[in-house]
C-alpha cells in the first residue's frame, strides 16, 4: 500500500512537472524574444571595439555581454529558471565566475 | 478536468495535489537526464580549464596572440555565434512542439536546427582551409596550437550535438516521445544549449578580445 502511494504521487508528481512546464515555461514567444536578444547582444559585442577604447572597459563589456547571454541560455533555452536552485546556480556561477576569472586574467 | 487542473496550477501558486505545492513542483523541474547535467558539468569544465589556459597564455605571449587573432577571420567567428545561437533557438522551439505532443512538427523544427547547424561546420571548415592555405597549422606557434585544438574540440562537441539531434527527430517524427517519456529528448536538447553556450564563451575569448 505505501509503494503504491509513493507510485501514485511519483506519477502525479511527473505529470504535474510537465503540465505546468508546459504552460508557464515553455513558450515560443519566449524564446523568440530571447533569441532577438542573444543576436543584438552579439553583433554588439564583435563590434563594441570600435566605439570603446579603454582595454579594460572594452574587456569588461565583451565579458559582461557573455554572461548576459549565458544567464538567457540557461533560463530560457536550457529552460533551468523553474530547475532545482542548485542546478541553475551551478550553470549562473559558471557563466558569471568564468568571465571575471577571464577579465582578471586579462585586465589585472 | 485536464482544463479545470490546468487553471487551478495556473491561478493559484499555493495549489495542492497529493501533498505537493506548485511551486514545488516547479522546482522539481529538472529537464532531461540526472547523468546528462553531470556530463554538462564535466564538459563546462574541461573547457574552463582550457579558457583559462588560452588566456594566461595570451598575456605570457602577448604580441604572438595579437598578430594570431590579426589572421583569423572575425567575420566568420561572428557568424558561427549567429548560427549557433538560431540552431539552438530551433531546437528550443522543437522541444516546445514535443512538449504539446506534435512529434512531426518538432522533427521537422529538429532538421531547421540541423541545416543550420552545418552552416557552422561549412564556416568552420573554410576558415580551416584558408589558414592552411597561409601555411598555418597547429605546429606553427602557441596561439594556433591553442586555437585549433579548442576549436575542434568544440567542432566534434558539435558533430556530437548533430548525431544526437538525429536520433531524438527520428523517435519525435515516429512519435516515440509523450509526456512521461520526454527525458531523453529533454538531455539532448541541453546537451546542444551547452555546446551553444561554450561558442559563447569562445569566440569574444578568440575572435573579439
Same mark, same amino acid.
Given at each position: 500500500?505505501?509503494? #503504491?502511494?509513493?507510485?501514485? $504521487?511519483?506519477?502525479?508528481?511527473?505529470?504535474?512537472? $510537465?503540465?505546468?512546464?508546459?504552460?508557464?515555461?515553455?513558450?515560443?514567444?519566449?524564446?523568440?524574444?530571447? +533569441?532577438? +536578444?542573444?543576436?543584438?547582444?552579439?553583433?554588439?559585442?564583435?563590434?563594441? #571595439?570600435?566605439?570603446?577604447?579603454?582595454?579594460?572597459?572594452?574587456?569588461?563589456?565583451?565579458?559582461?555581454?557573455?554572461?548576459?547571454? #549565458?544567464?538567457?541560455?540557461? $533560463?530560457?533555452?536550457?529552460?533551468?529558471?523553474?530547475?532545482?536552485?542548485? +542546478?541553475?546556480?551551478?550553470?549562473?556561477?559558471?557563466?558569471?565566475?568564468?568571465?571575471?576569472?577571464? #577579465?582578471?586574467?586579462?585586465?589585472? | 478536468?485536464?482544463?479545470?487542473?490546468?487553471?487551478?496550477?495556473?491561478?493559484?501558486? %499555493?495549489?495542492?495535489?497529493?501533498? @505537493?505545492?506548485?511551486?514545488?513542483?516547479? %522546482?522539481?523541474?529538472?529537464?532531461?537526464?540526472?547523468?546528462?547535467?553531470?556530463? @554538462?558539468?564535466?564538459?563546462?569544465?574541461?573547457?574552463?580549464?582550457?579558457?583559462?589556459?588560452?588566456?594566461?597564455?595570451?598575456? &605570457?605571449?602577448?604580441?604572438?596572440?595579437?598578430?594570431?587573432?590579426?589572421? &583569423?577571420?572575425?567575420?566568420?567567428? &561572428?557568424?558561427?555565434?549567429?548560427?549557433?545561437?538560431?540552431?539552438?533557438?530551433?531546437?528550443?522551439?522543437? &522541444?516546445?512542439?514535443?512538449?504539446?505532443?506534435?512529434?512531426?512538427?518538432?522533427?521537422?523544427?529538429?532538421?531547421?536546427?540541423?541545416?543550420?547547424?552545418?552552416?557552422?561546420?561549412?564556416?568552420?571548415?573554410? %576558415?580551416?582551409?584558408?589558414?592552411?592555405?597561409?601555411?598555418?597549422?597547429?605546429?606553427?606557434?602557441?596561439?594556433?596550437?591553442?586555437?585549433?585544438? @579548442?576549436?575542434?574540440?568544440?567542432?566534434?562537441?558539435?558533430?556530437?550535438?548533430?548525431?544526437?539531434?538525429?536520433?531524438?527527430?527520428?523517435?519525435?517524427?515516429?512519435? %516515440?516521445?509523450?509526456?512521461?517519456?520526454?527525458?531523453?529528448?529533454?538531455?539532448?536538447?541541453?546537451?546542444?544549449?551547452?555546446?551553444?553556450?561554450?561558442?559563447? @564563451?569562445?569566440?569574444?575569448?578568440?575572435?573579439?578580445?
Amino acid at each position: 500500500m505505501a509503494y #503504491g502511494r509513493y507510485a501514485l $504521487d511519483y506519477s502525479l508528481s511527473t505529470y504535474l512537472c $510537465d503540465l505546468t512546464f508546459m504552460q508557464t515555461i515553455n513558450s515560443n514567444k519566449k524564446n523568440t524574444l530571447s +533569441w532577438l +536578444w542573444l543576436m543584438a547582444l552579439t553583433v554588439i559585442s564583435t563590434f563594441i #571595439g570600435l566605439v570603446i577604447n579603454n582595454k579594460a572597459l572594452f574587456i569588461a563589456s565583451v565579458l559582461f555581454i557573455v554572461f548576459l547571454k #549565458g544567464q538567457q541560455i540557461i $533560463d530560457i533555452f536550457m529552460e533551468l529558471a523553474h530547475a532545482p536552485k542548485l +542546478w541553475r546556480r551551478l550553470l549562473l556561477g559558471y557563466v558569471t565566475l568564468l568571465p571575471i576569472i577571464i #577579465g582578471f586574467i586579462y585586465i589585472l | 478536468m485536464s482544463n479545470q487542473l490546468n487553471d487551478s496550477i495556473n491561478s493559484n501558486p %499555493e495549489f495542492t495535489l497529493v501533498g @505537493i505545492k506548485n511551486e514545488q513542483i516547479l %522546482e522539481k523541474c529538472l529537464p532531461g537526464d540526472l547523468a546528462m547535467w553531470f556530463f @554538462i558539468l564535466a564538459e563546462l569544465t574541461v573547457f574552463a580549464i582550457l579558457f583559462i589556459g588560452f588566456a594566461v597564455s595570451e598575456q &605570457l605571449n602577448a604580441e604572438m596572440f595579437i598578430e594570431g587573432k590579426a589572421k &583569423l577571420h572575425q567575420i566568420s567567428g &561572428l557568424i558561427n555565434t549567429l548560427t549557433l545561437i538560431t540552431s539552438s533557438f530551433f531546437v528550443a522551439l522543437a &522541444l516546445n512542439a514535443m512538449h504539446k505532443g506534435d512529434g512531426k512538427k518538432s522533427a521537422k523544427l529538429l532538421v531547421i536546427a540541423k541545416l543550420v547547424a552545418s552552416v557552422y561546420i561549412a564556416v568552420k571548415v573554410w %576558415e580551416y582551409m584558408s589558414l592552411f592555405d597561409q601555411n598555418i597549422d597547429i605546429e606553427t606557434n602557441t596561439f594556433f596550437t591553442l586555437y585549433f585544438m @579548442i576549436t575542434f574540440f568544440h567542432l566534434m562537441h558539435v558533430l556530437l550535438g548533430m548525431v544526437i539531434l538525429i536520433f531524438i527527430a527520428m523517435k519525435a517524427a515516429n512519435n %516515440e516521445y509523450n509526456a512521461s517519456n520526454i527525458s531523453g529528448y529533454e538531455s539532448g536538447a541541453s546537451y546542444w544549449h551547452m555546446v551553444d553556450m561554450l561558442w559563447i @564563451i569562445l569566440f569574444p575569448l578568440i575572435y573579439v578580445i
